[in-house]
């Protein structure tokens, strides 16, 4: 099987923000998407991961983007890469509108248990689990650690959106719902439920972010599979459906998933991006990692290499300070960290994607004490400046070579 990606670390962009699939990276104006092949399920994330997951959630969110830009304007700059998106920054609205057609999920969980007024809407006594909704209805959440029901009327009293506002976002997603349903439709598939997500840009005007009916943001059903009574989840309903089967309480240890699931919710993904795009799914000889960094470097968002300087007390700031200017001048991203004041741990350095080198500036004890924590090379600041920044670029290069 093909090495899947379960984060990214790239130092010279800095630290990312790891949401539940993707890590983030921040630009000054922009924000570069990473889509993991990590999977979650109530909120909590599974320790496996899903064969080419982020790349294929990745291409359906282009191909969804592409059909419904008439509806509303999108992030999307550009695809550097096939698990990677470069999107517009803006400032993202707290809230997830999930739009859902049928009686399934937590909605039905609640129904069931006797709820009757969900999110804010009534519904009549009566139905039952996979029912066909009398119509298309939004229950909105609120983007947190566990996502929280809400409703139109606590949101606007609360001051999260204005009424104006709501009703603009609740138009699109119902708009952008039925293009998704008129889509899938002749392909013999069902839209079941979705969550879409937006942003006011810098003009103030709605745009879609994040992502678009992707297996991860939507349910679907098979048509034939329906028809036969027969509701089975091609997608990451399958996973929720055998954490629960398998014991799952909130707050405990989720299950592990044996590789048969694993394997069984990577052809789901793959079948439903088949379906829907009409295209056939390649699968990749190469590592993901080294693909993706190869990208990035020929697209000039990174070098592909880095020098992090670690010193132990601000004492030894400015020896820091002048070598990281050589380096700088030299065209090798770098970093200065003083560990005595820094919470940055420094075991996140040994996940590095790019190839790096450490200095190390002080006594023989912390040297190696840096040494024995870092797995990349650590020099001992030379006596001389320009000596330790020329061992330390001869370094990256016999790295960079192999």
């Not at 700059?77 to 999930?98: A, F, G, H, S, Y």
């Not at 009293?157 to 976002?169: S, Y």
């Not at 003009?203 to 009916?213: F, Q, R, T, V």
Request: aromatic share 8%; charged share 25%.
């Amino acid at each position: 099987m093909t090495q899947t990606l379960r984060h990214t670390f790239i130092p010279e962009l800095g630290m990312p923000t790891r949401g539940k699939v993707r890590d983030i990276y921040n630009g000054d104006k922009t924000l570069m998407l990473i889509a993991s092949d990590r999977i979650s399920v109530f909120n909590y994330l599974l320790k496996e991961t899903i064969q080419d997951k982020g790349r294929l959630l990745t291409a359906l969110s282009l191909f969804w983007f592409e059909k419904t830009k008439d509806i509303i304007s999108n992030h999307l700059i550009t695809q550097p890469d096939p698990n990677v998106l470069i999107v517009k920054r803006c400032k993202v609205i707290p809230i997830e509108m999930v739009v859902r057609r049928y009686m399934v999920g937590s909605l039905w969980r609640q129904y069931a248990a006797g709820a009757r007024t969900i999110c804010g809407i009534t519904l009549p006594d009566g139905l039952k689990e996979n029912d066909l909704l009398p119509s298309t209805i939004i229950t909105p959440t609120m983007k947190s650690e566990h996502d929280e029901n809400t409703s139109k009327e606590e949101l606007i009293t609360k001051g999260i959106v204005t009424e104006a506002l709501w009703n603009q976002m609740e138009d699109t997603a119902l708009r952008l719902f039925a293009r998704g349903e008129e889509t899938v439709k002749p392909r013999g598939l069902i839209l079941v439920d979705t969550k879409y997500e937006f942003g006011l840009d810098t003009d103030g005007d709605l745009i879609l972010i994040d992502e678009i009916h992707t297996p991860d943001s939507s349910r679907y059903w098979f048509t034939a599979d329906a028809e036969a009574k027969e509701f089975k989840y091609p997608d990451k309903e399958f996973a929720r459906q055998y954490v629960r089967d398998n014991g799952f309480e909130e707050g405990k240890p989720l299950p592990s998933l044996p590789f048969s699931v694993v394997q069984q919710i990577y052809e789901g993904y793959r079948h439903v991006y088949e379906t829907i795009t009409g295209e056939t799914w390649k699968q990749e000889e190469d590592p993901v990692q080294e693909r993706l960094l190869n990208h990035l470097k020929d697209n000039n968002i990174i070098t592909g290499r880095y020098v992090l300087i670690i010193c132990e007390t601000e004492k030894e700031r400015q020896r820091a300070n002048a070598i990281s200017q050589t380096l700088t001048e030299a065209g090798t991203p770098n970093d200065i960290i003083v560990t005595a004041s820094s919470n940055v741990p420094l075991t996140i350095y040994n996940e590095s994607l790019e190839p790096m080198v450490c200095i190390s500036i002080g006594n023989e004890k912390y040297n190696k004490k840096i040494g024995d924590i870092l797995h990349w090379p650590t020099l001992k600041a030379a006596d001389n400046d320009k000596e330790t920044v020329m061992s330390t670029l001869q370094k990256l290069g016999e790295l960079e070579s192999k």
